[in-house]
C-alpha cells in the first residue's frame, strides 16, 4: 500500500511543482521502493550513544562499539572513503566511512545519500589525525529519507518569518535556537522545584470557562456542541485557584497555558504559559521576598551568575530589588505628588500640565496610574517591585487598611518590562461582588464586551470564607526571554502564532 502511494505522488507532482533537487531526491526515493528498500519501513534503532556523550567520554568509549543515529549534515566523498557530519539529540560528531568496511554494494549507497537524510551508523570510537573524535564506521543504514533540501550552509535560514513558520527547519540549521527550548524546559523544571520544595502543590483547572468574566482582557469564545453554549477560552487560571485556598489547600500553583484575543508585539502573543501561585496566611510583602528568592536562584543556576546580560544591558538579579509605591515611583521620574492632590479635579489639572492622557472624569488614583505609564516604566531597567496600586485598577487585591484607595498590590518589572503581578488577595465577599459588578458595567460599555457576567460561583466561595491569602503571577515567556537573551517572546514560543499563508 505505502509503495503504490509513492507510486502514485510521483505521478501528482511534476518538475514544475518541485525544485530541480527535490525531484532528483523523489527519483531517489522511488528506486529504494522499488527496489524493497522503503526508507520509511523501519520502526526502531537500537542507538546507544549520543554525539556529545561520546566525545566526552572518549577515553573510555575509544575502540569500543556505538550505535548512533541522527540527520546527515554534511558529506565529503574521496573515492573508496569518504566523511561525513551526523547530528543527533545532543550535537554532531564526525564519521569515517569506508568501502573495504560497508562493502561494494552498500558503499555506493551511501554515496547516493541527501544531505538531510537520517542514518544510523554502528561502529568504533577513535580520533582522526586532527585529533577530532569520530566513529568509524562499520554499518550504514538509511534510516528516512528527506525530499526537502535544508538552507544552504553558509547562510542557513535567517529570514525571521520563515523560522517561526517552519521551526523545525529552524532547530535542524540553528543548532542555537534548540539550546534556547532545552534551556526553557530547564526553568520551568527548576521553577517546579523551587515550589514543590517549599510545599506547593501543583494543580490543573479548566481552560473552558462557562462565562465571560469582567476582566479587561478578550476572550477567545467557542461553542459546545453538546451543551448548546458558548465557551471561553481561559484569560487566567486565579479564580479556580483561589476556589482551591477555601477548599482547603494552603499552597497551591499551575502552570497554564492563557489565550487572550489581542495584539501581538515582541513580548505579545495570543496564547502563552502563566504561573500562578497563591499560598494562605502570607501577604504581599512576603511574596516580594519569594520572587527575588526564585529569580535569584533562576539567574544563577540556568545562567551561571546574578549578574546576566539582556539585550547588551547588564542585569543584577540578586537580592536587595528596589522597592517603591506607585505614588513615591512617580514622584520621583515624574516629580508630581500625589498626596499633593486633593480632589479628582487636581489630579487632572496635574495631568494637563504634564501632558498625560486621561478619561474626562478619571480619579486620583487613575491618574496616577497614568503617570505611571508614562514617566515611570521605561526607567525600570533593573528589577524593581512598585507596590501599593489604586483600587481603582486592582479588582481583587486587598484594599490598605491604613489608606482604603490603594489595594496591597505590586507588579515587578525588569528591563522596562512588567515581568509579574502579585497582591495580598482581596477576601470579602461584599466588596468583591461590588468591584466585579464596576468591572463588568465597564467591559459591557464597550465594543464586543456585552455577555461579560459576574462570577456568582465565585462570590458563593468567597462567603465560605477564603483565608488572608498572597497570590502571584508571572509570564513564563517574558522569564524564558530575559534568561535566554532572546528579543521577541517567539524566539521562546516553539511554534508562535502566525497568520496563515495565502
Not at 223 to 248: A, F, P, Q, S
Not at 293 to 313: D, F, M, N, P, R
Not at 335 to 343: I, L, P
Not at 380 to 385: D, M, R, W
Amino acid at each position: 500500500m505505502a509503495e503504490n502511494q509513492n507510486v502514485n505522488q510521483e505521478k501528482v507532482l511534476t518538475a514544475k511543482e518541485l525544485g530541480e533537487q527535490e525531484l532528483i531526491r523523489r527519483e531517489k526515493l522511488k528506486s529504494l521502493v522499488e527496489a524493497g528498500n522503503n526508507p520509511y519501513e523501519l520502526v526502531k534503532y537500537p542507538v546507544n550513544n549520543y554525539s556529545e556523550d561520546i566525545k566526552a567520554d572518549f577515553e573510555a568509549l575509544e575502540g569500543k562499539t556505538v550505535v548512533i543515529a541522527g540527520r546527515m549534515m554534511s558529506k565529503r566523498v574521496m573515492g573508496k572513503a569518504s566523511f561525513c557530519n551526523v547530528q543527533d539529540n545532543k550535537g554532531r560528531i564526525q564519521c569515517y566511512v569506508a568501502r573495504d568496511d560497508l562493502g561494494e554494494e552498500n558503499y555506493a549507497a551511501f554515496k547516493k545519500l541527501d544531505i538531510g537524510d537520517i542514518v544510523g551508523i554502528t561502529g568504533e570510537v577513535f580520533k582522526t589525525k586532527t585529533g577530532e573524535t569520530s566513529v568509524h564506521a562499520k554499518e550504514l543504514i538509511l534510516l528516512s529519507k528527506s525530499l526537502k533540501v535544508l538552507p544552504e550552509k553558509f547562510h542557513g535560514l535567517t529570514d525571521q518569518e520563515t523560522r517561526y513558520r517552519q521551526r523545525y527547519v529552524d532547530l535542524i540549521v540553528n543548532p542555537e535556537v534548540k539550546d534556547t527550548f532545552v534551556k526553557r524546559s530547564k526553568i520551568l523544571t527548576e521553577i517546579r522545584h523551587f515550589l514543590d520544595s517549599r510545599g506547593y502543590l501543583e494543580v490543573d483547572t479548566p481552560v473552558l470557562h462557562t462565562l465571560e468574566i469582567g476582566a479587561s482582557a478578550r476572550p477567545f469564545v467557542t461553542h459546545h456542541n453538546t451543551l448548546d453554549i458558548d465557551m471561553y477560552l481561559r484569560i487566567e487560571t486565579e479564580l479556580y485557584l483561589k476556589r482551591l485556598i477555601v477548599g482547603g489547600f494552603d499552597k497551591v500553583y499551575e502552570v497554564g497555558r492563557i489565550f487572550r484575543n489581542e495584539g501581538m508585539d515582541p513580548s505579545h502573543n495570543p496564547e502563552f504559559t502563566s504561573i500562578e501561585l497563591y499560598e494562605a496566611y502570607i501577604d504581599y510583602h512576603q511574596l516580594m521576598d519569594l520572587v527575588e528568592e526564585l529569580y535569584t536562584h533562576l539567574a544563577k543556576t540556568i545562567c551561571g551568575s546574578e549578574k546576566i546580560t539582556y539585550q547588551g544591558v547588564e542585569i543584577n538579579m540578586g537580592s536587595p530589588w528596589e522597592r517603591l509605591t506607585m505614588a513615591e515611583a512617580v514622584k520621583k521620574y515624574a516629580g508630581v505628588d500625589y498626596y499633593d492632590w486633593k480632589t479628582d479635579e487636581d489630579a487632572r489639572a496635574a495631568a494637563k500640565e504634564k501632558h498625560v492622557e486621561v478619561e474626562k472624569d478619571a480619579t486620583k488614583g487613575a491618574v496616577l496610574v497614568e503617570f505611571f505609564d508614562a514617566y515611570v516604566e521605561e526607567n525600570l531597567i533593573q528589577p524593581t517591585f512598585i507596590y501599593d496600586y489604586p483600587v481603582e485598577n486592582s479588582p481583587l487585591a486587598k484594599r490598605k487598611a491604613s489608606d482604603p484607595a490603594f489595594t496591597e498590590r505590586f507588579e515587578y518589572f525588569i528591563y522596562a518590562r512588567e515581568m509579574g503581578n502579585a497582591f495580598s488577595e482581596l477576601n470579602d465577599p461584599i466588596d468583591q461582588r461590588g468591584r466585579f459588578e464596576k468591572q463588568v458595567a465597564a467591559k459591557r460599555a464597550q465594543p464586543g464586551g456585552e455577555n461579560a457576567r459576574v462570577d456568582e460561583d465565585f462570590i458563593t466561595a468567597l462567603e465560605y470564607g477564603m483565608p488572608p491569602t498572597g497570590g502571584l503571577g508571572f509570564g513564563l515567556d517574558r522569564l524564558v526571554m530575559l534568561l535566554t537573551d532572546s528579543f521577541s517572546i517567539r524566539d521562546v514560543l516553539l511554534f508562535p502564532t502566525m497568520k496563515p499563508e495565502d
